[in-house]
Each structure stands twice: as C-alpha cells, then as structure tokens.
C-alpha cells in the first residue's frame, strides 16, 4: 500500500483511548451455605 | 518529530497536539492461528496486531539492515523521509487493491478488511497515513472464497472477537463484491 507523497505531518494525542479496555470480569457472589429448614414446632 | 509549513523542525516541548481524535483510515489484513487465538497480521510483512494493545511502529529498515549500513539512520517511525509506519489508506478501494492477490504464505487463514485508528506522530500523503501507532477500529470478514482454503467466515468473524472492537461478517467474497457491500451500507447508515 501506498500513501503517496508526504503532504502534512502532525501529532495526535486521542482523549479517548482508542484501545478497548478488557471487559469487567463479573464480581462473583460469595456461594451462600445451605440453610438448614428449621424444624417445625411439634 | 513536528514540523512546521516550512520543513523545519518545530520546537519541542509542552507543545499541544495537532488533533484529539485518532485519524481513520482503511486497510487489509490477513487472519493467521497464533498460540492465543485468532490475531491479523500484515499482509506484506510478519507484524501481528496484538489484541488489546496498540500497534507500535519501529522502522523495519533499522531491523533488517546491519547498523551503519548506507541509508539507515536511528529515527522514530514514522520519519516523512522514509517509508516505515503503520500504513492505512484514505478510501475503502484503495485499501482493498490487493485482498484478492495476496499471497496465501505465513498462516494466512483468511483475510479481513476494517478501520483502523491511528495516533501518536502521524504522516500524511495523497492517499493515505503513516503513523506512530495503531488499532483496529472495525473488522468486516468476507465470505471464505471457493477454492481457497479460507476458513468459514463465522470462524474468524468469533476468533477476532477479542480484540474488543466490532466485528461484521460480509456477504460478498471477493474484492468488486466486498466493495459495493460495504459501500452500499455506508449509503444506507448516512441516509
């Protein structure tokens, strides 16, 4: 590829960075423990 | 390095930049397997665009060349002077001259057009950029063409996924084709 003859040279500093981030890893839930059902009054 | 209208250098320092959006332009690339997946390359040298990481240019002279050999000197790339850079051309046909033609040689499983971003020191010509830095910005994967060994386009269009950036499986295989899709969509999208 060709670009032809230099015409213009200049800098470009992006507010944005143009590089996506890594996507969030999902925070993961501490696992519940098992409740124990209470026993039914007699 | 900035220079002014004239050529010469412009002074270096705190000197604000030229613009604050990255320039855009078009190009090719080819779709090689690396250890971590699905990666594009160039499809004139063995340069990887690495996934959510710019591209930085180095001046490939200054690599393949022995030091003090005549012609080479230590510059950052890109230098107007030389031709190193990371290359994009201003228009979609432009950038699609040799999608068809390329040689199928260093893994080349497919081959992709797209947009891509460029920053940092940036040299501009009658057709296109040579820049500092880059990433893709779009990724649009033809169709596998017959007779080829391509792999399906749903293969590479999941593959490159991790590079973050929309990626669009194209209907047309071939150059004319690949054009006229991409042109027609760009109507319809400023309609």
Known sequence: MEIGKPKREYTVEPIVDPVPREDPVPERRPEQ?????????? | MRHLDDGRPAPTGAAAPDLI?????????????ETEGLRLRSLIYETIWPARRALSAVCLKQVI?????????????????????VYAASTLRR?????????????????????????????????????????????FVPQARPGTRDLPAEVIAEGLA????????LEAAVRLEIVGELEERARRAAA
């Open chain 2, 65 to 85: 060349l022995p030091p003090g050999a005549e012609g080479v000197t230590r510059h950052p790339a890109p230098a107007a002077a030389c031709a190193c850079g």
């Open chain 1, 33 to 42: 423990e098992p409740v124990e059902p209470e026993l039914a009054p007699a």
């Open chain 2, 95 to 139: 950038a699609t001259e040799f999608i068809d033609g390329y040689a199928p040689t260093g893994g080349i499983v497919h081959r992709v057009i797209g947009t891509v971003a460029l920053w940092g020191s940036v040299v501009e010509g009658d057709r296109g950029w040579r820049a500092a830095n880059a990433y893709p910005r779009a990724i």
């Open chain 2, 21 to 33: 959006e990255p320039v855009v332009g078009w190009r090719c690339w080819g779709v090689v397997r």
């Open chain 2, 162 to 169: 991790g590079y973050g950036v929309p990626v669009e499986i």
